[in-house]
């Protein structure tokens, strides 16, 4: 009887120690829990501190651009906005078609390529929701051949080679049209003008649209063509000078404007408006004047 007091005595400590182990463990587990969240929250807390005060100041503005002349006034203009705190990140792409596309997608901020007949057109057929925030510069397009020196020299029959952007066809006629050798439906303005818009063409030339134009420097270089036209920014990224290099150019009145895009509302972001405005500042201008020679020329 003793022995059976004795054991049912043993096993009813043994199972109190069990209850209170137990019950130790989920406290100390529940006070772990709140130490978690007290830190959960204060990590948050300091998380939102650290997004509001980059916030404050300024942070980095990502601009997709064309190499030379874009990348490189920017890079110029990397140097002033750092005493606003803004960083400036140059994202080089050397294609018309995926700067509007980066921008689109919001992969980057803005970008610097392009002239607004170029972007209304891609508005167009993109359905891109983007717009201007400011011109900054003209590139003066040029006319190149390696085997004649002025446009009047060129032979009948020619074979002009020009980039298959639609949205400049009419600047690429501005050139014959200018120097009588070509003709246009009366009343089209020339900046809207279009290969179909040719009503006289007596040397017979041959407007060829089916290169991409940063192709283009390679043709004229393997004088793949006798007349070839080309931007100027691929010119310059080539090493060409179209004020040295060229046969003809056009001059400081040309209404190509190279700007900055943004997506629509963006314009009115304070980091957009300070870039704007070191773009289209006295100091920008200066550095395109001392570093182009008239290749490039600040917009006005």
Known sequence: MYMKKFLLFLALSVFAVVLVACGSGEEEGAEESADTGEETEESAENGQDSSEEASEEGGTLSVAASPAPHAEI???AATILEEDGIELDVNIV??????????????????????????DGEVESHGYDLVSAG???????????????????????STILVSNNPAEEGRFL???????LVEIEEGIDIE???????????????FNNQTAPELL???????????????SNFAL????????????????DSPYANLVA????????????KLMEVLQGDEIKQFIEDNYEGAVIPAE
């Open 237 to 252: 990224d080539g090493g060409l000078s179209p004020v040295d290099d060229s046969i003809a150019i056009e001059d400081g």
């Open 174 to 180: 501005s050139f014959f049209v200018d120097a009588g």
């Open 135 to 157: 011109n900054v510069h003209i590139e003066p397009m040029a006319v190149y051949s390696q085997d004649y020196d002025a446009l009047e020299d060129v032979p009948d029959g």
């Open 192 to 206: 809207n003008a279009t290969f179909d818009d040719i009503t006289e063409n007596p040397h017979d030339f041959d």
């Open 262 to 273: 943004v997506r629509s509302g963006d314009e009115e972001r304070e980091d957009i408006q």
């Open 217 to 231: 420097v390679e043709m004229y270089n393997n004088n793949e063509a006798p007349v070839v036209i080309i931007n």
């Open 94 to 119: 050397n294609d018309y078609t995926t700067p509007n596309r980066l921008l689109a997608d919001e992969e980057v901020d803005a970008n610097f390529f392009q002239h607004t007949p170029y972007l």
């Open 74 to 76: 920017l890079e110029e």
